[in-house]
């Protein structure tokens, strides 16, 4: 329907509304065009994305495409943020991640924008005893400090509030998280950890510190296990409820529980698949509330860190762009405090510059982009409001499976989500061969000439449980053989790339093969004889018309001169040619392929 404008004038007033059925026969004429014969839904359905936990993504999204009322901002089931102001006031807090602290590092951070600290203690991070020396400078009472130290919390937490003490800081003025996480650990590392001091620890905070909460939620270890958006949200949730029962087993109140819990989710690249999840996961985490009878104490806080997995080694300069759509994605999911990974976090530890960088993205989101002045500015988006549904019942359902199989701590013992959580990153992996999901300076666009980013080795993460994954792993593997065959001979491995016909016949897909190989480390040569190359494999690089007419008389000379295997860009059968590259094949599996053959070990 259209809206008359106030002086009456509406350029749309002579025109019809368009319908769902005649958008869906344009598609189909589109789809006609390119050899699809398809009609109505079928139309549509050529056109949709297909997302892990079985959700698809539709072209279009309308006012059909109805999700229950995500409430109002502040009010269960707080879909649309735990906090009636949203982040409008000041932003989300920025909160800066150390696993070491150089002198000054914390001091600079909290100089610079950031408004609170995550710190690693323990055992891979902080010394116990290092954590006054860490904190020496900062004013406690004005930035909130949340602990990561694994079996070392109880240590860590009696230090921290040893530090309030002296520092003169007034209990009600401390702000937090204690971050204890014996099941988070458990899935980190394989060793269960005994609930009792966390009991302790969660009741003194419930008495004595009403700001500081004493424990977290992490899911980020199913995140980087392969795990799935569900998955992370099913997890979460079978967490959240075995930590509400041992809360309440232990004496508090079920508000009181729910009150020292805090959430910690991933951030990745996939803006609006994480828009959904945070808005999904506070939803779920309210029914859990009503369901235990304190439906208004039932608002998630919520910490969401960009993704490690999504983080790569080489190009790192990339990175920069993934964390930047991960924490707008962040922000306007309505994560409470927000972690940017620098983009060196895959390397090692990170340097002043890369720390700098990762704080001023936050800061220019709020600041200059204003994207916290509009609460929930998704909201109201069809496309945001349905997907926040329907992961919001694929997470339900994940975590009904743990709970029908005894709950979290069982399914890590058994062995049975770990199962769950390689299946997932199985299927995925396969979409990274074949460059379905691509990774820019990886597996696309990657750079054999650029110059390796070093830094300090960073301090070897808890391991034993759940493996982390990254998505770049594959094609590491490729690259370091790469390395060492340039280390020991003084040259990378190299095919060439024999182009036929003009350029405008062969530039497309000699790009495409050059891509190819140079994800494996192999260097593409161009011009020239293949004599002249040095390379033992060669590429046919042109159009279809082209092949038909020299593709195997092509193929027949480069063996001549000596190819041992003489590849073609493209689809086909032609005599001479041993294997064929094309958008979708395995480029793991070729590249894997081509260095056994090249004897690059």
Known sequence: MTVLPDDGLSLAAEFPDATH????????????????????????????TTLEDGLRTRPLYTARDTAPDPGLPGFPPYVRGARPQ???????DIRQRHAAAPDGAVLADLENGVTSLWLLVGRGGIPVSGLA???DGVYLDLAPVVLDAGRD?????????????AKGVAPKAVRGNLGADPLGYEARTGEPLDFAPVAALARRTAEEFPGLRALTVDALP????????????????????????????????????????EFRYAATADQFLTIAKLRAARRLWARVAEVSGAADAGAQVQHAVTSPVMMSRRDP???????????????????????????????????????????????ILVEESHLARVIDPAGGSWYVE?????????????FRTIERDGGQAAVLRSGRLRTDLAATWAQRSKKLAKRREPITGVSEFPLLAEKPVEREPAPEPPSGGLP?????????ELRARSDAHLAATGARPRVYLATLGSAAEYTGRATFASNLFQAGGIEPVTGGSFEESGADEAVLCSSDDRYAEQAESAAESLKAAGARHVFLAGRGGYAGVDSYVFAGCDAVAVLSETLDRMGVS
């Open 21 to 48: 059925e005649q958008w869906q026969r344009l598609v189909e004429g589109v789809l006609r065009k390119s050899g699809k014969e398809v009609s109505g839904e079928a139309a549509e359905d050529a056109l949709s």
């Open 86 to 92: 949203g982040s409008a006031a000041g932003g989300w």
């Open 133 to 135: 020396r860490a904190l």
């Open 153 to 165: 919390t109880e240590a860590a937490a009696a230090e921290l509030l040893r530090l309030y003490d």
């Open 222 to 261: 199913y995140h980087e296990a392969g795990g799935s958006a569900a998955q992370e949200l099913g997890a979460s949730l079978a967490t959240g409820v075995a930590y509400l029962r041992e809360l309440t087993e232990s004496g508090l109140g079920v508000e009181q529980a729910l009150g020292q819990l």
């Open 317 to 363: 300069w990339v990175n920069m762009l993934r964390t930047t759509i991960a924490t707008l994605a962040a922000g306007v999911g309505g994560a409470d405090s927000v972690t940017v990974l620098p983009f060196d976090h895959a390397i090692g530890l990170p340097d002043a510059f890369a720390r700098r960088i990762a704080r001023n993205t936050s800061t």
């Open 386 to 398: 349905r997907l926040t549904d329907e992961l919001a019942h694929a997470g339900w359902e994940f």
């Open 468 to 476: 982390r994954v990254r998505r770049d792993e594959a094609y590491e």
